[in-house]
C-alpha cells in the first residue's frame, strides 16, 4: 500500500486565490482526517469524516475553508479566498474505524498564501 | 472534550542520556495514548502506543508509562542518539469513533 497520498506538496499562491488539497487515504480506512499544523498552534483538527461522511468540522476556521470527501478514496480541502494567515503545512490521515487504531498521516502539503 | 497538556516544549540532552516527556489529559473516558515523532519536514509517525488497561510499555530504547488515577502518561527515551532529534507529540483518544487529541509537541534536540 502506497499509504495516505497527498497533492500537491507544495502550493504557493496569492492572496485571493482558490486553493483546493487533495487527499486519498489507505484503502480500507473508514475515517479521513485533514489537520493544519503551524508553529504557533501545533497541530489543529480542521475536520473529519466517517464512510465519506463529515462527522464534525468544528475545527474548519472560517466559511472560506471547505471539505468533501466525494467516495472513500478521495477528499478535499478548499480554501477560497486563500489569506496569508492560512500558510500551513496540512496534513491528511486516515484509519480504520475498530478499536485502537493508528492513524496515519500522509506526507502534507506545504502553503504558502503570499 | 479532551484536552492535551504536553511538556516540556523544546528538550535539550546530551547524546547517552535520557529524554522524559510528559503528558496530561482530562477526560477520564480516554483510552489509548499514541506517541508520534515528526522529523524536519516530515510527516508524523507513530513510535509507540499504550492503552488503558497497561501500565508500562517499552520497545527497544522507548518505553511509555500511564497513570490513569492522575491522568498523565510520558514517553521515555534511553540512551538517546543523534538521530532521536526531532518533535514529539503525545495523543489521547477513544476506541473506536472519536478522533485523537494531541499535545502540541516536544522539540528534542539531541547534542552529539
Known amino acids: 500500500d502506497a499509504g495516505v497520498i497527498q497533492s500537491p506538496r507544495h502550493e504557493v499562491t496569492e492572496m485571493g486565490q482558490e486553493v483546493t488539497l487533495r487527499c486519498k487515504p489507505i484503502?480500507?480506512?473508514?475515517?479521513l482526517f485533514w489537520y493544519r499544523q503551524t508553529m504557533m498552534r501545533g497541530l489543529e483538527l480542521l475536520i473529519y469524516f466517517n464512510n465519506n461522511v463529515p462527522i464534525d468540522d468544528s475545527g474548519m476556521p472560517e466559511d472560506r475553508f471547505s471539505a468533501k470527501m466525494p467516495n472513500a478514496s478521495f477528499s478535499t480541502l478548499k480554501i477560497q479566498p486563500s489569506e496569508p494567515r492560512d500558510s500551513a503545512v496540512y496534513f491528511c490521515?486516515?484509519?480504520?474505524?475498530?478499536?485502537?487504531?493508528?492513524?496515519?498521516f500522509g506526507p502534507g502539503t506545504r502553503l504558502t498564501v503570499l | 472534550g479532551e484536552n492535551v497538556e504536553q511538556h516540556p516544549s523544546t528538550l535539550s540532552v546530551q547524546e547517552g542520556d535520557s529524554a522524559v516527556i510528559k503528558c496530561t489529559y482530562s477526560d477520564s473516558a480516554s483510552n489509548y495514548f499514541p506517541w508520534y515523532k515528526q522529523e524536519l519536514g516530515k510527516r508524523p509517525q507513530l513510535i509507540i502506543d499504550?492503552?488503558?488497561?497497561?501500565g508500562e510499555k517499552k520497545d527497544q530504547r522507548i518505553a511509555v508509562t500511564l497513570n490513569k488515577t492522575a491522568k498523565h502518561f510520558s514517553l521515555h527515551i534511553t540512551e538517546t542518539q543523534p538521530e532521536d532529534s526531532a518533535v514529539y507529540f503525545c495523543?489521547?483518544?477513544?476506541?473506536?469513533?472519536?478522533?485523537?487529541?494531541f499535545g502540541k509537541g516536544t522539540r528534542l534536540s539531541v547534542i552529539a
Open positions: 490521515a486516515s484509519r480504520t474505524g475498530t478499536r485502537y487504531n493508528e492513524q496515519f
Open positions: 499504550i492503552r488503558s488497561n497497561v
Open positions: 495523543a489521547a483518544g477513544r476506541s473506536g469513533n472519536t478522533p485523537l487529541v
Open positions: 484503502s480500507g480506512h473508514d475515517y
